[in-house]
């Protein structure tokens, strides 16, 4: 049987890097079709300074111990506020056999995305 990590490893091809991101845009369409969980890595004193109100919140430290709450039947899509940490998370999250991706531009970018008017392209009723 082989090592998830071994087989991580073994993946790091720079040609595939872009399979290991989502844009914000196509996350929303995945999104909005259920496609897709949006997945908050942030430590709860970042969460209790800023919210995004959809979502799981599970802070990256505390990923193994909750990854029974993860749906396996959606695209994980990770975030941070920048990339750093979610690329991380996500890289561990396919380790242990999730379908996951780090969402570009981060949550900074998807709350810029969502500001004012575009706060509608989201859908929360789903």
């Not at 941070?80 to 396919?94: E, W």
């Not at 949550?107 to 989201?122: E, M, S, T, W, Y």
Request: aromatic letters at 6%.
């Amino acid at each position: 049987m082989n090592d998830p990590l071994d087989d991580l490893a073994a993946g790091i091809d720079p040609a595939r890097m872009g399979q290991a991101k989502i844009a914000i845009d196509a996350f929303i369409a995945a999104y909005n079709q259920g496609e897709a969980e949006l997945i908050d890595i942030r430590v709860a004193e970042e969460t209790a300074v800023w919210q995004v109100n959809f979502g799981l919140r599970i802070p990256a430290p505390e990923l193994p111990a909750r990854l029974d709450e993860l749906p396996k039947d959606k695209l994980l899509v990770i975030a941070c506020p920048h990339t750093d940490r979610s690329n991380m998370a996500r890289s561990y999250l396919v380790a242990r056999g999730f379908n996951a991706k780090y969402l570009e531009g981060g949550l900074l970018g998807l709350v810029d995305r969502l500001k004012g008017v575009g706060a509608q392209d989201i859908c929360l009723d789903r």
